[in-house]
């Protein structure tokens, strides 16, 4: 037998991955009873207020828990109290209340007949923390009218020390220009993850960094998916066949943006519209430029207006938009399955 050299194995495809950071500002009205609560805060005190039953809540809540009535008798509890419970956080995460080792703890504070949830800083130590321990507010340096504006807890018999390391603090709270009470307050949401794409959004969003737009037919009922699916949702077989398509479609529906809001990067009036290309069956989400908000209608001919190749990634985001072909308007009846 003669040996023969073998070729290198393939390496196998790998799918991609990316962080992912979403966030936004969350804005809430807080009512005539949390705004005095919050507003307080600012001042560097805490209000509770009293049931029916005589108990005092905090934090303070609109409606009896026992009989459903309107609370409105707030009253001033101490800065201090007794740990009820709590549970360790070893690696904290980012945004919050302490950036080292602490407790989440409910504490009832001297005056309150409720436990209050936050956070404990007992300078890293789990040891340090129980049940039954004393424990007081350690306030923000800038108090804004924020639940933030109690920073953490630490042991009432600690001595005054350096400040534990911090998240950022919240937005200043907005105040009704009548009686100066807070009525609205700003919270920062964020979410940060590792995104894993499939094999088949994998090859999608490299081809997407060639410039070209890949999606994948099913060999059952022949619907071409963009972006790719594993599996075909209507017959539950795998999506074998690749399908490259153009740049141009026709929109199925759309809206009009009028609203502006935080982080926003075009000047309102826009369009969001869903975008059926030529060949697919499934259209997706993108923006409609290149004309007035106004002039945006169903079965409108677009086509893909793409960034400067130098700016190509493995991202939709390569197409800025998409505008007006000029062409004729698709007719209904070849979209209205598509809606």
């Known amino acids: 037998m003669t040996a023969v050299e073998s070729e290198p194995a393939e390496t196998p495809e790998q799918p991609l991955s990316a962080p992912l950071d979403i966030g936004f500002d969350y804005t809430r009205s807080v009512g ?45 509890v101490e800065a201090e109290g007794t740990v009820v419970s ?23 504070l001297d005056g309150a007949d409720t436990a209050l949830l936050h956070a404990l800083d007992t300078g890293g130590d789990p040891a340090s923390a129980r049940t039954g321990q004393r424990v007081r507010v350690r306030w923000a340096d800038e108090p804004v009218g924020h639940i933030r504006d109690i920073a ?25 220009a009548d009686d100066g009470v807070i009525d609205t307050v700003i919270t920062p949401v964020h979410l940060n993850y590792t995104h894993s794409a499939s ?27 963009i972006p790719p699916r594993g599996a075909c949702p209507t017959c539950g077989v795998p999506t074998t066949d ?42 997706f989400l993108h923006l409609v430029l290149g004309c007035e908000a106004s002039e945006v209608r169903m079965g409108m001919r677009v086509r893909a207006a793409w960034r400067p190749r130098e700016e190509w990634s493995t991202t939709l ?23």
């Not at 938009?321 to 209904?332: K, L, S």
Request: glycine fraction near 8%.
């Open 86 to 108: 709590w549970s360790w956080v070893a690696d904290p995460l980012p945004g919050q209340p302490v950036q080292r080792p602490f407790a989440w703890a409910l504490i009832r």
């Open 199 to 225: 094999l088949e959004e994998s090859r999608y969003l490299r081809a997407l960094a060639d410039g070209r737009l890949l999606g994948q037919r099913c060999p059952g009922c022949h619907k071409v998916y």
């Open 242 to 283: 690749e399908v490259e398509l153009p740049d141009t479609g026709i929109v199925t529906t759309f809206c009009i943006v009028n609203v502006p809001f935080l982080g926003q990067r075009i000047t309102p009036p826009y369009v969001g519209a869903y975008i059926l290309l030529d060949g697919a069956d499934i259209p």
């Open 32 to 76: 005539p009873v949390l705004g005095r609560f919050m507003t307080a805060l600012a001042q560097r005190r805490i209000l509770g207020v009293r049931g029916s039953d005589g108990r005092v809540h905090v934090p303070p809540v609109e409606y009896d828990p026992g009989t459903a009535e309107p609370l409105e008798e707030l009253v001033d």
């Open 152 to 176: 953490y807890f630490v042991p009432a018999a600690d001595p005054p020390a350096d400040a534990a390391p911090t998240a950022p603090a919240p937005p200043a709270a907005k105040t009704d």
């Open 317 to 339: 985001e390569n197409i800025a938009h998409f505008e007006p072909t000029g062409e004729a308007d698709a007719p209904y009846a070849s979209y209205a399955h598509h809606l």
